[in-house]
T-cell receptor, first 112, second 115 residues
């Protein structure tokens, strides 16, 4: 069963607008969440994380929101830039487990 | 400094052959992970090494898969008698410790194609 779900395989936005990438999880034991960005032919790179004791974490143009009751998190990118075009993976772990469980990813395309 | 290095970057092999994939982690990183990404799927955990502790092999999909980490540094993932379903991108990652707030640093992966 898929414990981390990214239901939108792709998203297209205009440069300068906001990009919102969504992620849902089913395992209530997950308490730490991360977003990774992946360009073609490269490995994923860490973008931003959030602990379950928070509901928001911001780093420059990137903000992650966590809604524990809904088991939902989202990544906001504002303003979006063409260089943000990549696959974004949501990942989660629980307190007893150093392993990350990843979603299938969302391909973001930012059009100039 | 140098990142995680994986070799080869691409590997095409015939069904039934054995393959070895190599990972050089970032110097000083004690934690090393192998993940794979099959077409249209997320990253699937395979195996985890931490220092001199016994590895966590719980993600290996079959006994055809094995991995070792020599001297706490370089790791090799071996797939015996490859099958077409083994075709995927195999990603290695390292981390300074097993602390979850330390993000994983991934290599560029080895794209394995089994024909």
């Amino acid at each position: 069963d898929q414990q981390v779900k990214q239901n939108s395989p792709s998203l297209s936005v205009q440069e300068g607008r906001i990009s919102i990438l969504n992620c849902d999880y089913t395992n209530s034991m997950f308490d730490y969440f991360l977003w990774y960005k992946k360009y073609p032919a490269e490995g994923p790179t860490f973008l931003i994380s959030i602990s379950s004791i928070k509901d928001k974490n911001e780093d420059g143009r990137f903000t992650v929101f966590l809604n524990k009751s809904a088991k939902h998190l989202s990544l906001h990118i504002v303003p979006s830039q063409p260089g943000d075009s990549a696959v974004y993976f949501c990942a989660a772990s629980d307190g007893s487990n150093y392993k990350l469980t990843f979603g299938k990813g969302t391909l973001l395309t930012v059009n100039p | 400094g140098a990142g995680v290095s994986q070799s080869p970057s691409n590997k095409v092999t015939e069904k039934g052959k054995d393959v070895e994939l190599r990972c050089d982690p970032i110097s000083g990183h004690t934690a090393l992970y192998w993940y794979r990404q099959s077409l249209g799927q997320g990253l699937e955990f395979l195996i985890y090494f931490q220092g001199n502790s016994a590895p966590d092999k719980s993600g290996l999909p079959s006994d055809r898969f094995s991995a070792e980490r020599t001297g706490g540094s370089v790791s090799t993932l071996t797939i015996q008698r490859t099958q077409q379903e083994d075709s995927a991108v195999y990603l290695c990652a390292s981390s300074p410790s097993r602390d979850r707030v330390q993000p994983l640093h991934f290599g560029n992966g080895t794209r394995l194609t089994v024909t």
